[in-house]
């Protein structure tokens, strides 16, 4: 299994980015998908998160400026993120759960960073 993200640039102060994030290899099931940040000298947290039924949670921090979106067909998740901070400029991963055959439960993989970065 791997997760493949991609969207990340340069982008000003109140700009947007969408980022997406593709799983591809021994897939039955993918369960909970989420985008985490990490900052140098930061821990990785969470951004957003997205269960298999649609039901979503944000960090407070970007609540109202950021969407996370999943589209099972294509085994993506997306992350929308919209009047872009300074203070957003990190390292953002994806990961998701995911059960390789029928009689598995489930495992977190996670993908390369894409980097985002807001700069005027």
């Known amino acids: 299994v791997q997760l493949r993200a991609s969207g990340g640039g340069l982008v000003q102060p109140g700009g947007f980015l969408r980022l997406s994030c593709a799983a591809s290899g021994s897939i039955f099931r993918i369960n909970d998908m989420g985008w985490y940040r990490q900052a140098p000298g930061n821990q990785r947290e969470l951004v957003a998160g997205i269960t298999s039924g649609g039901s979503t949670n944000y960090a407070d921090s970007v609540k109202g400026r950021f969407t996370i979106s999943r589209d099972n067909a294509k085994n993506t998740v997306y992350l929308q993120m919209d009047r872009l901070m300074p203070e957003d400029t990190a390292d953002y991963y994806c990961?998701?759960?995911?059960?390789?055959?029928?009689?598995?439960?489930?495992?977190?993989?996670w993908g390369k960073g894409t980097l985002v970065t807001v700069s005027s």
């Open positions: 990961k998701a759960n995911i059960a390789a055959h029928i009689l598995s439960y489930g495992a977190d993989y």
